[in-house]
Nanobody
Framework: QLQLVESGGGLVQPGGSLRLSCAVSGFTFDDYAIGWFRQAPGKRREGISCISMRAGSTNYADSVKGRFTIHKDNTKGTVYLQMNTLKPEDTAVYYC???????????????????WGQGTQVTVSS
């Protein structure tokens, strides 16, 4: 059974860094894309980054470009989101999700993502 488990969230001061992890299990590691999404209180869920597990191609939302980096470790079945220069507006619950229709490219739109983790809270505050 497909499972995604996020970890690494927490409280960090503005300007600080966090690394989120998404551990994937239950299917062939290379045949999908992983996306990272976030939802702040009272706001719509936002796609912020994604990576194709086969090709390694990536995409980023403008709101995180240059500050966040997504990468994967195929041997561990894990995708990471390195978040630097964090801002209070980055405060949200962060989710990873899997798109099994994607192999060489990925999208930050929610539409193709059928499998979701439970989320991890990130709070940026002094």
């Amino acid at each position: 059974q497909l499972q995604l488990v996020e970890s690494g969230g927490g409280l960090v001061q503005p300007g600080g860094s966090l690394r989120l992890s998404c551990a994937v299990s239950g299917f062939t590691f290379d045949d999908y894309a992983i996306g990272w999404f976030r939802q702040a209180p009272g706001k719509r869920r936002e796609g912020i980054s994604c990576i194709s597990m086969r090709a390694g191609s990536t995409n980023y939302a403008d709101s995180v470009k240059g500050r966040f980096t997504i990468h994967k470790d195929n041997t561990k079945g894990t995708v990471y989101l390195q978040m630097n220069t964090l801002k209070p507006e980055d405060t949200a619950v962060y989710y990873c999700a899997a798109d099994r229709t994607a192999m060489y490219y990925c999208s930050t739109s929610e539409t193709p993502y059928a499998y979701w983790g439970q989320g991890t809270q990130v709070t940026v505050s002094s």
